[in-house]
């Protein structure tokens, strides 16, 4: 039996709504990672080096390894001649230590022989292999990295919840870590209802349209760091959505649906979920993406969220409830994408009660700085206006007009944070 609808429910505020959601997040337990694979994600506890970095000491040139005591007086028109007794190279080094009087050509990166304390690059001598000449004394410790210079055992790399970056996986990888404790990735199954839809590349009828929902959302899961699983398109038909869903529980950390939550006859994802009593539908003061709904679903409660139809409405609803949501669940703060303060170029009205988000684009300013302007109209079909905006600009319920040159909050859409 299909959803009745309730024509007089009252309506929500984003602030509400996002606030059940995240309460209804919970992070992902913690685990052990190879370390590429934790690129994006936080640590979950402070590392520290569990070695010196270098764990010898070593050249930073290519020349001899030397006793600076036996070049006294080393200079172009009188240089010293020592005998060459062997040679160091990174990686392949068989010479441990040296006498006094004596040289070993050594390369970059390779360790420093014992007994030697400092390093005459090759441009201040003949280049000779079985002995050489020197014209010049270096200092003491001159050209030689020592042990511990860069990092020092025990010494502190990162703090419980900083992002790993690849700078940050090369540190890591640098003090011999190959695994490294993050939240996992999480897994999210992206399902689009409704007897209207084909599959890109396909053939449309008089009444059909291509799905672009579930390709738009699972490219959002997977730019938000997690793991999208698109799913076929799903029918109108009760019986095959519950199926399906059922069916995919299993590796799912999450599920988006998009469509099927509003009022009419055929909205089956809002009629098989209000039947479990875990799920929360309801209107939000919110334009585009009023119809929400948000709860758990299986033995295990995973969460899921049911975002509109219109593709507009769909995108809008996972930046502002489902990218928090999946934040949380990888250990990323802040959750919310921030708000920047920017003047727009162009004014307009806004839905009197509504909190509007609105597709908008961010120009370079004459004075160095940056404007916003609106792109397009506000229907929540429009896939073109949404493809050229970078945007959002957030309106308050309260505002209905806004003026040219004024200063708007702004979603900045394709910037990490």
Not at 2 to 18: Q, Y
Not at 53 to 65: K, T
Not at 170 to 181: I, W
């Amino acid at each position: 039996m299909a959803f009745e609808p309730h024509d007089r429910e009252p309506l929500g505020t984003v602030e509400e709504h996002l606030h059940r959601v995240l309460e209804g997040i919970e992070p992902l337990p913690a685990f052990e990672q190879p370390l590429i694979d934790s690129l994006g994600l936080p640590v979950c506890r402070q590392i520290t080096s569990p070695m010196d970095v270098p764990s010898f000491d070593n050249s930073s040139m290519d020349g001899y390894a030397v006793r600076r005591e036996d070049l006294a007086g080393a200079s172009e028109d009188s240089p010293v001649q020592l005998p060459v007794v062997g040679e160091s190279a990174a990686g392949q080094s068989k010479i441990l230590g040296m006498s006094g009087g004596s040289a070993v050509r050594i390369m970059t990166g390779a360790p420093l022989p014992q007994g030697a304390d400092a390093v005459v690059p090759v441009e201040w001598t003949d280049a000779g292999s079985a002995s050489v000449r020197i014209r010049r004394q270096p200092d003491a410790g001159q050209h030689v990295r020592r042990r511990g210079d860069d990092i020092a055992e025990g010494e502190l790399l990162m703090e419980e919840g900083a992002l790993l970056g690849p700078r940050q996986v090369g540190l890591l990888a640098g003090v011999g870590m190959a695994r490294v404790a993050t939240r996992p990735r999480p897994r999210v199954v992206v399902i689009s209802t409704g007897a209207e839809l084909r599959e890109p590349g396909g053939r449309l009828s008089h009444d059909t349209i291509y799905d672009s929902n579930s390709f738009m959302l699972a490219a959002a899961v997977r730019q938000a760091g997690a793991i999208a699983y698109r799913v076929g398109i799903v029918s109108d038909d009760p019986t095959e959505f519950a199926d399906a869903l059922s069916d995919q529980l299993v590796r799912a950390d999450a599920v988006i649906t998009s469509g099927g939550v509003s009022k009419g006859a055929y909205d089956v994802v809002k009629e098989v979920l209000s039947q479990t009593g875990t799920v929360w539908f309801g209107g939000l003061r919110m334009q585009p993406g009023k119809p929400q709904g948000f709860g758990h679903v299986g033995e295990d409660r995973v969460p899921i969220f049911t975002l509109p139809g219109n593709p507009v409405s769909s995108y809008v609803s996972f930046q502002v409830f489902v990218l928090p949501a999946l934040r949380k669940m990888m250990g990323r703060t802040p959750v919310s994408r921030p708000r920047v303060r920017l003047r727009i170029d162009e004014g307009f009205r806004s839905p009197a009660g509504r909190e509007q988000y609105v597709r908008a684009r961010v120009r370079p300013a004459p004075d160095g700085g940056s404007t916003v302007s609106p792109v397009g109209g506000h229907g929540s079909h429009l896939l073109g206006d949404l493809s050229a905006s970078d945007a959002l600009v957030v309106v308050p319920a309260d505002t209905e007009v806004v003026e040219a040159g004024s200063t708007v909050d702004v979603l900045l859409l394709d910037q990490d944070f």
